[in-house]
C-alpha cells in the first residue's frame, strides 16, 4: 500500500506517517519497481498497534517500541479493557507470526485475512496452519486461560482464518474416488481446524464434504448413509465434546469406512480400528492413506 492509502485507513496524514517513520522506524519496508516505498500487511498491523495505543493515551514513542515487539505497553484503565495488555506472548517465532498477532489484537481483518491469504499462497496450507495460525491461536488460548480475556479476539481469528480457508476448498470431486466427511463430534463448536484439514487436502487433490460444528450424532449417520464416503473424520476440542462411542456407533465402520479422529478432546482408549491424529499433517498423511492416495 502506498502512503496515502494506509493514511487513509489509519485516519492520519501522510506526513504524520513519514514523521513516524523518520523518528520511531515505523515505516514501509518494500519499494515498487519505480522505487516507490510501499507498506506490506506485517507493516500496516504495526502502525494499526500504534496509532490504537496513542489514542488511549500512550506517548508515540512508547506507542512504536509497542508495536515494534520491543515492549508492552498497558492501557491507561485496566477497568475499561482488562489487565492483559495489547500484546500476545510470543517467542521464538517469525516476524510474520508476531505480525499477525498485532493485527489481530487490533481486530484488523483486511491485514489478517491478507496476511493468512499470503502465507497459504506462498507457503501451502500446512505450513500456514503450522506456523502461523496455531502459535496465534495457542496465545489467545494461553490468555484466555491466565485472564478469562480475548475470547473476541479468538472468535475473530477464528472466523477470519476459516474464511480464507474455506475459499481454498474446491467443491468438485477429487482423488481417492470417495470423499472424506469432516465434522465435528456433537456439541464441539470449534471448526477452524477442520477448514484446515479440508483446504491441505483440496492441495493434494483429495475432496471431501464438510458438516462442520456441533454435528449431532443421528445426523452425522445420516450423511454417511447418504453419502458413502471413504473415510470420516471427527474433530473434539473439548473432553466434555470427546464422547469416543460416537467413533464406536458410525454406521458401517468396518470394515470399508474408515473413522480417523482428531483433536486434545477424546480421553480414554478408541474404538479398536481408529485411528488418533496428533497435527495437521499427520492428519492428512491419515486421510490420503485411508483413500488410497499416493504420497
Known amino acids: ?31 515498487s519497481e519505480g522505487s516507490h516505498r510501499r507498506y506490506d500487511p506485517a507493516d500496516v498491523a504495526r502502525l ?25 505497553v498497558r492501557e491507561r484503565d485496566p477497568r475499561a479493557h482488562g489487565a492483559g495488555g495489547n500484546r500476545l506472548a510470543l517467542s521464538t517465532v517469525p516476524a510474520r507470526t508476531r ?25 501451502g496450507v500446512v505450513s500456514a496452519w503450522e506456523e502461523l495460525i496455531a502459535p496465534v491461536l495457542r496465545s489467545i488460548g494461553e490468555r484466555h486461560a491466565a485472564t478469562g480475556e480475548a475470547v ?48 491441505a487436502l483440496a492441495e493434494r ?10 454435528v449431532p450424532e443421528r445426523a452425522l449417520g445420516d450423511a454417511v448413509e447418504k453419502i458413502g464416503p ?20 458410525i454406521p458401517g465402520r468396518r470394515p470399508a469406512l474408515r473413522v480417523i479422529a482428531g483433536g486434545p478432546g477424546w480421553g ?9 491424529t496428533e497435527s495437521l499433517p499427520d492428519a492428512v498423511e491419515a486421510v490420503a492413506e485411508a483413500l488410497g492416495v499416493p504420497g
Request: with cysteine; proline share 7%.
Open 152 to 199: 473476541e479476539i479468538e472468535h475473530f481469528l477464528s472466523g477470519t482464518a476459516l474464511a480464507v480457508l474455506a475459499a481454498v476448498t474446491p467443491p468438485s470431486p477429487g482423488a481417492g474416488g470417495r470423499p472424506v466427511l469432516l465434522a465435528c463430534a456433537p456439541e464441539d463448536q470449534h471448526s477452524l481446524p477442520l477448514y484446515a484439514l479440508g483446504a
Open 205 to 214: 487433490g483429495i475432496s471431501s464434504r464438510m458438516l462442520g460444528a456441533r
Open 99 to 123: 505480525g499477525l498477532a498485532r493485527a489481530v489484537m487490533a481486530l484488523n481483518g483486511p491485514v489478517v485475512a491478507e496476511t493468512v491469504r499470503e502465507a497459504v499462497a506462498r507457503d
Open 1 to 31: 500500500m502506498s502512503v496515502g492509502a494506509v493514511a487513509r485507513r489509519l485516519g492520519v496524514s501522510a506526513s504524520t506517517l513519514r514523521t513516524w517513520d523518520r523518528r520511531y522506524g515505523i515505516g514501509p519496508s518494500r519499494r
Open 48 to 72: 494499526e498497534v500504534m496509532n490504537r495505543l496513542i489514542l488511549q493515551g500512550a506517548p508515540p514513542g512508547e506507542a512504536a517500541r509497542a508495536a515494534l515487539g520491543g515492549m508492552e
Open 230 to 249: 471413504g473415510a470420516v473424520f471427527l474433530w473434539s476440542q473439548m473432553h466434555r465434546t470427546g464422547d469416543v462411542g460416537v467413533l464406536e456407533r
Open 268 to 276: 480414554g482408549p478408541l474404538p479398536e480400528g481408529v485411528r488418533f
